[in-house]
């Protein structure tokens, strides 16, 4: 009898993929279907949609409704496409205007009294409709500030399916709703975390401004109490501001998983402390139906703390190791791959035993031998050996608690500073190649013509790998840091003694 379409956007991972909605009405027994690899949420969206609109004063035909959802073979999940799906149908039915219904994509849940309620992953949607040639969308109420967020894009915020449909040509009366809201938290506000909270442990100060101007992982051992989870919280607030780019991903990331993003992109690295009892799937991100980003994601262009490594099941420390390598996370299923970005700098701390004395010097460790070895070797050779900088963390005694107190200490803000220009720099020598940070730079361009060090200069490093102190990929990580030190301080290329330095901070722990 008659037949319309509409658009709507489908996410896998970050990705969006623009979904054709289509709604036809036959003269045959009254029924609403839905076609097109809908999930169990999608496709109980029959009932919602024609109660939402009953309730709207507009309610669908009675005749057979056939809707469906191309590509087919594109799987579709969520409530998300609500919206669409009730827009389609009132234009076949011809209660709405069918070129304007298809001249816009359209976002959002619906609620039975036909609210429209806050959908997840509004922001990635949105720059996907933008990106494929769309620039008109409709999105809930309270999702406007969200959509808004993306340039050239006129957005049609509406609270109800009634204004969707006023907006659309339907001859109704505007009637007043309450806004449903977002229940997701806020972007958390600049942390007061400061560097100038630590006292003593000089090392581990530099080695965190070291892994921020570069980009570095960080592994911390020493006992409880030493100050590793303090020194951890406050690397975010050395990085610098996000780029637009990167600002982009990480509000995407927070929008995709239904976290509130406020009135602005989010512009501070984010951190992300996930307990030890977490599994893979929630560490890199999986699930059976719509796969979600695991911590390991949420944490890209920002810091993924793991406190007391040594707890956390070995698998979910070895799934780190690819991502560590690549910088993505590709999930893959049967019928769909989902890929989120996975440039996070990762910090582990660990005690050094299971009643974590060990080396502590004021109490006596009661662990045997075995029992330490095999508390450590929790964490896998090749994880330990992708990171750039492992340091021993010990307590601060009362002696250098008052040294401390009276010397000067550096502030983030101080420290931040640095690190810019540390940062600028390595962009600045890096800016005829893929890369702009120390830490992504390949062990053969660190060997090669292009930044070649003298023999003198990498003397010890070189010892160290004759003796088997260090691999090959310890080898050129240990070229990596000590660029960063360089360019921390100012210096044009790395001499002896920022190599020794960085040996230093990759095998100087004390356990």
């Known amino acids: 009898m008659a037949l319309a379409r509409t658009h709507a956007v489908a996410l896998l991972g970050l990705t969006g993929a623009m979904v054709e909605v289509e709604a036809d009405i036959s003269a045959q027994l009254p029924a609403m279907n839905i076609i097109g690899l809908p999930d169990a949420a999608l496709s109980q969206a029959t009932q919602r949609v024609r109660a939402a609109a009953t309730n709207s004063g507009c309610p669908l035909t009675n005749h057979r409704l056939t809707i469906a959802l191309s590509p087919a073979a594109l799987p579709k999940h969520g409530a998300g496409f609500d919206l669409a799906i009730a827009l389609a149908c009132l234009a076949a039915d011809r209660v709405v205007a069918p070129e304007s219904v298809a001249s816009v994509v359209h976002f959002g849940e619906l609620a039975l009294d036909g609210r429209l309620r806050p959908t997840p992953g509004i922001l990635p949607g949105v720059v996907a409709a933008a990106r494929l040639g769309h620039s008109t969308v409709m999105v809930p109420a309270g999702n406007a500030a969200e959509a808004e967020l993306v340039p050239g894009v006129r957005v049609i915020a509406v609270a109800s399916l009634r204004d969707a449909a006023i907006w659309h040509g339907a001859p109704l009366q505007p009637r007043e709703v309450d806004v449903i809201l977002p229940q997701g938290d806020t972007p ?65 990331m927070r929008s995709l998983t239904g976290r509130g993003l406020g009135r602005a992109l989010i512009t501070r690295p984010p951190l992300e402390a996930p307990h030890h009892t977490i599994t893979a799937a929630a560490m890199v991100g999986g699930g059976t139906g719509q796969i979600r980003p695991g911590a390991a994601a949420r944490a890209s262009h920002g810091v993924l703390f793991l406190d007391e490594a040594p707890e956390f099941a070995s698998p979910v420390l070895d799934a780190l190791r690819q991502p560590l390598e690549s910088g993505t996370i590709s999930i893959h299923r049967a019928n769909m791959t989902a890929n989120f970005p996975a440039r996070f700098q990762l910090v582990m701390a660990a005690n050094p035993c299971p009643c974590g004395q060990y080396g502590a010097g004021d109490l006596e460790c009661a662990c045997p031998p075995n029992a330490r070895r095999r508390y450590l070797a929790r964490i896998s050779g090749p994880l330990l050996d992708r990171i750039d900088i492992q340091l021993g963390v010990t307590r601060i005694t009362a002696a250098q608690l008052r040294v401390a107190a009276d010397s000067a200490r550096i502030t983030s803000d101080q420290a931040r500073a640095r690190v810019v220009d540390a940062r600028a720099a390595a962009a600045e020598r890096l800016r005829h190649t893929p890369w702009a940070l120390n830490s992504q730079v390949p062990g053969p361009w660190l060997r090669g013509p292009q930044a070649k060090l003298e023999p003198a200069t990498t003397a010890a490093l070189e010892r160290a790998l004759e003796r088997g102190g260090i691999t090959m990929r310890g080898f050129d990580r240990v070229l990596r840091v000590a660029w960063s030190i360089a360019d921390l301080e100012g210096a044009a290329r790395p001499g002896p003694e920022h190599v020794g330095l960085a040996l230093y901070l990759r095998k100087g722990m004390t356990a």
Do not use: C, W, Y
């Not at 506000?189 to 000089?202: C, K, M, P, Q, R």
């Not at 409880?224 to 991903?249: H, I, V």
């Open 188 to 252: 958390d506000e600049a942390t007061s975390l400061d560097l100038v909270d630590v006292i003593g442990n000089d090392d581990a100060i530099l080695a965190l401004q070291v892994a921020a101007s570069g980009g570095h992982h960080v592994f911390m051992l020493g006992p409880p109490g030493a100050g590793k989870t303090m020194l951890a919280a406050r690397l975010p607030g050395l990085l610098p501001d996000l780029d637009a780019l990167a600002s982009l991903e990480v509000s995407s």
